[in-house]
């Protein structure tokens, strides 16, 4: 079932949450609300639920809209960041809560819960209470009792966040085959880019309230929207400097870069990946001279921490594999950045 | 044995002073009352046990003390639930109030329910007048007097409980599609449950050793509304300790064997359970 939400706005006392959200989901998507903390991607999840009332704009789920509906007829399955189990209930009726309180036959229920607790890989447990279950095991049976009912869709909030960082991965990818087996239109919120670009068909990007920018992980990584979509997705540094015709320069003047055509002069940030800066040889003539500062390795990446310019600014290259020779601290060198964005400076 | 490291240290000094203040306070007394009765003979026990007028006593100080526990275990869950879910006006000044009947000396609480339940009081005047209902001098009125004492005990337990609760428990019920009756049934009050069956066996066992807002609204009649402690009382006036004390023990075993089974009952449901999250 698709989902789409349509000129949301929220507020929670003076605090405007969300600021005119419009998003459509299609039927058997696997989209992230990605976002820093506070940025409203939870409330948007929240809204679609029924669990906050949205001060303007409609919910719709495939051609209904739902936008006044009480949260128990929206037939949605919500996972909660803290798994929220019935800690008096044993697995199997936590799972079969939802069948329950609808009334379904002994029988039916009996037999959707053990499809499930197969599906969740946790045959054998159904007696276990909550409370003697690990923390994987737990939003495993959350994600049951979310399923037990056949949503139309399924709302993931922070639905990792809780685990330790391997039972994250394993979820992480078990997620991603449950989706492909079940099929139902999932959301999932998070704040780990890691997290969203490995599991979503898309990713949606808040930031104060507002979609910064909807694409594949790939269009997100490749054609950022803004300053802010590439400083959140990491791994890059923000120089300050100023346009003048089709060149930048860095603030304090020793750091020069040639701009593509349609730059608009002004102040101007240069955008540099760690991965797309080169080291070269100190006797190359291309290249910002630098200083090593110094150097870490971290599996197959190692990170160089350089001084460059005449402000000595601290600028992170990452290499990867073999490439030769490690620089050693002290060590002089020259960098060039393979691939610079540039966007225009807040004011 | 060794004991987890405290950071506080203390425990020589603190325990010997519960023990003292426990021994001196709680032990010795009970152990000298049961001691008191060492001289009776099973038959001796026997008659003053059989007396109609102690067993008719006794049941109705344990019939009207758990009726008067359960009205309070609804009432106070109630009391807890708006105090706790809903702001409203004046709700500071309704939780101070359900301290009242602690605080009220218990011999006021039974002269100011007599006053108005009384057949010409502002309340007893509707209700005996109009509806033929007679509560002061009748059980009804020594369920109401114990219905009043009790209601802090249920109110207090449960309100830092229904704070404490995870909001998400019951959006996931909701989320499921359970309806409101269905969230509070089957979520919400198998939480509240420990804690409103402790706080309804208080009300229980303060019911029982009531005395003083009982003896003005009951009217004492021997075999109808006379409590076992009032009787307990009339024998002492009358040099009759051994009775007294016997009566007593007896009201002391009864009591504290409700309360075991409760706690015995309880006790078996968690570990049923399994522990709670």
Same mark, same amino acid.
């Given at each position: 079932?698709?989902?789409? %939400?349509?000129?949301? &706005?929220?507020? @929670?006392? +003076?605090?405007?949450?969300l600021?005119?959200?419009? $998003? =459509?989901?299609?039927?058997?998507?696997?989209?992230?609300?990605?976002?820093?903390?506070?940025?409203?991607?939870?409330?948007?999840?929240r809204?679609?639920?029924?669990?906050?009332?949205?001060?303007?704009?409609?919910?719709?789920?495939?051609?209904?809209?739902?936008?006044?509906?009480?949260?128990?007829?929206?037939?949605?399955?919500?996972?909660?960041?803290?798994?929220?189990?019935?800690?008096?209930?044993?697995?199997?009726?936590?799972?079969?809560?939802?069948?329950?309180?609808?009334?379904?036959?002994?029988?039916?229920?009996?037999a959707?819960?053990?499809?499930?607790?197969?599906?969740?890989?946790?045959?054998?447990?159904?007696?276990?209470?909550?409370?003697?279950?690990?923390?994987?095991?737990?939003?495993?049976?959350?994600?049951?009792?979310?399923?037990?009912?056949?949503?139309? %869709?399924?709302l993931? &909030?922070?639905? @990792?966040? +809780?685990?330790?960082?391997?039972v994250?991965?394993? $979820? =992480?990818?078990?997620?991603?085959?449950?989706?492909?087996?079940?099929?139902?239109?999932?959301?999932?919120?998070?704040?780990?880019?890691?997290?969203?670009?490995e599991?979503?068909?898309?990713?949606?990007?808040?930031?104060?309230?507002?979609?910064?920018?909807?694409?594949?992980?790939?269009?997100l990584?490749?054609?950022?929207?803004?300053?802010?979509?590439?400083?959140?997705?990491?791994?890059?540094?923000?120089?300050?400097?100023?346009?003048?015709?089709?060149?930048?320069?860095?603030?304090?003047?020793?750091?020069?870069?040639?701009?593509?055509?349609g730059?608009?002069?002004?102040?101007?940030?240069?955008?540099?990946?760690?991965?797309?800066?080169?080291?070269?040889?100190?006797?190359?003539?291309?290249?910002?001279?630098?200083?090593?500062?110094?150097?870490?390795?971290?599996?197959?990446?190692?990170?160089?921490?350089?001084?460059?310019? +005449?402000?000595?600014?601290?600028?992170?290259?990452?290499l990867?594999?073999?490439h030769?020779?490690?620089?050693?601290?002290?060590?002089?060198?020259?960098?060039w950045?393979?691939?610079?964005?540039?966007?225009?400076?807040?004011? | 044995?060794?004991?987890?490291?405290?950071?506080?240290p203390?425990?020589?000094?603190?325990?010997?002073?519960?023990?003292?203040?426990?021994?001196?306070?709680?032990v010795?007394?009970?152990?000298?009352?049961?001691?008191?009765?060492?001289?009776?003979?099973?038959?001796?026990w026997?008659?003053?046990?059989?007396?109609?007028?102690?067993?008719?006593?006794?049941?109705?100080?344990?019939?009207?003390?758990?009726?008067?526990?359960?009205?309070?275990?609804?009432?106070?869950?109630?009391?807890?639930w708006?105090?706790v879910?809903?702001?409203?006006?004046?709700?500071?000044?309704?939780?101070?109030?359900?301290?009242?009947?602690?605080?009220?000396?218990?011999?006021?609480?039974?002269?100011?329910?007599?006053?108005?339940?009384?057949?010409?009081?502002?309340?007893?005047?509707?209700?005996?007048?109009?509806?033929?209902?007679?509560?002061?001098?009748?059980?009804?009125?020594?369920?109401?007097?114990?219905?009043?004492?009790?209601?802090?005990?249920?109110?207090?337990?449960?309100?830092?409980?229904?704070?404490?609760?995870?909001?998400?428990?019951?959006?996931?019920?909701?989320?499921?599609?359970?309806?409101?009756a269905q969230?509070?049934?089957?979520?919400?009050?198998?939480?509240?449950?420990?804690?409103?069956?402790?706080?309804?066996?208080?009300?229980?066992?303060?019911?029982?050793?009531?005395?003083?807002?009982?003896?003005?609204?009951?009217?004492?009649?021997?075999?109808k509304?006379?409590?076992?402690?009032?009787?307990?009382?009339?024998?002492?006036?009358?040099?009759?300790?051994?009775?007294?004390?016997?009566?007593?023990c007896?009201?002391?075993?009864?009591?504290?064997?409700?309360l075991?089974?409760?706690?015995?009952?309880?006790?078996?449901?968690?570990?049923?359970?399994?522990?709670?999250?």
């Amino acid at each position: 079932m698709s989902i789409e %939400v349509k000129n949301i &706005d929220k507020h @929670f006392g +003076a605090f405007h949450v969300l600021r005119n959200v419009s $998003l =459509r989901v299609e039927a058997g998507e696997l989209v992230a609300l990605l976002g820093p903390s506070g940025s409203g991607k939870t409330t948007l999840l929240r809204v679609i639920a029924g669990l906050e009332r949205q001060d303007r704009g409609q919910v719709w789920h495939h051609d209904d809209d739902v936008s006044g509906q009480p949260v128990r007829d929206r037939n949605v399955g919500f996972v909660f960041q803290h798994f929220a189990l019935f800690g008096h209930l044993d697995v199997f009726e936590n799972i079969a809560f939802a069948l329950r309180v609808r009334k379904r036959p002994d029988a039916e229920v009996r037999a959707r819960v053990e499809e499930l607790l197969h599906l969740v890989q946790l045959g054998g447990y159904e007696h276990r209470m909550p409370a003697q279950l690990s923390g994987g095991q737990r939003q495993r049976v959350a994600l049951a009792r979310a399923l037990a009912a056949r949503p139309k %869709v399924l709302l993931l &909030d922070e639905p @990792f966040s +809780a685990l330790d960082a391997q039972v994250r991965k394993d $979820l =992480r990818a078990w997620l991603r085959k449950l989706h492909e087996e079940v099929r139902t239109t999932c959301l999932f919120v998070t704040h780990d880019q890691e997290e969203a670009f490995e599991l979503a068909d898309r990713v949606v990007l808040f930031r104060d309230g507002g979609i910064e920018q909807v694409g594949t992980p790939a269009q997100l990584y490749g054609e950022p929207a803004s300053a802010f979509v590439m400083q959140f997705l990491g791994h890059v540094q923000m120089l300050a400097g100023a346009v003048q015709g089709d060149e930048w320069r860095s603030q304090d003047g020793s750091l020069h870069l040639r701009v593509p055509a349609g730059v608009v002069p002004g102040p101007t940030q240069a955008a540099l990946r760690h991965h797309d800066l080169d080291l070269l040889p100190p006797t190359a003539t291309e290249g910002w001279p630098a200083q090593v500062e110094r150097l870490t390795t971290s599996g197959p990446r190692r990170t160089v921490t350089l001084r460059v310019g +005449a402000s000595a600014l601290p600028l992170r290259v990452e290499l990867f594999g073999e490439h030769g020779p490690a620089p050693q601290a002290g060590d002089p060198v020259r960098v060039w950045p393979r691939q610079v964005r540039f966007w225009a400076a807040a004011q | 044995m060794s004991r987890p490291h405290n950071p506080l240290p203390g425990l020589s000094l603190s325990l010997g002073v519960t023990w003292v203040w426990l021994g001196l306070l709680v032990v010795v007394p009970i152990a000298a009352l049961i001691a008191k009765t060492a001289g009776l003979s099973a038959g001796q026990w026997f008659d003053i046990l059989s007396d109609p007028r102690v067993i008719s006593s006794v049941r109705l100080s344990l019939g009207a003390s758990a009726l008067a526990a359960l009205i309070d275990g609804v009432l106070g869950l109630l009391l807890a639930w708006v105090l706790v879910r809903y702001p409203f006006p004046g709700r500071s000044l309704a939780d101070a109030a359900v301290d009242l009947p602690f605080a009220l000396p218990t011999a006021v609480a039974g002269i100011a329910l007599t006053a108005l339940y009384a057949y010409d009081g502002w309340l007893g005047r509707i209700l005996q007048g109009q509806l033929g209902l007679k509560v002061a001098f009748a059980p009804a009125g020594i369920v109401l007097a114990l219905t009043f004492v009790g209601l802090p005990f249920v109110v207090r337990t449960l309100q830092p409980i229904l704070k404490g609760l995870d909001p998400e428990l019951e959006q996931a019920a909701v989320c499921l599609g359970a309806t409101p009756a269905q969230t509070f049934w089957r979520v919400t009050l198998p939480q509240l449950r420990p804690a409103l069956l402790t706080g309804t066996t208080m009300a229980f066992a303060r019911a029982v050793g009531e005395y003083g807002s009982v003896v003005f609204i009951s009217g004492n009649l021997p075999g109808k509304t006379e409590i076992a402690p009032l009787l307990i009382v009339t024998r002492l006036e009358q040099y009759d300790y051994l009775g007294a004390t016997a009566i007593a023990c007896w009201l002391l075993l009864l009591a504290t064997t409700v309360l075991v089974l409760v706690n015995w009952l309880q006790n078996r449901r968690n570990s049923l359970a399994g522990q709670h999250v």
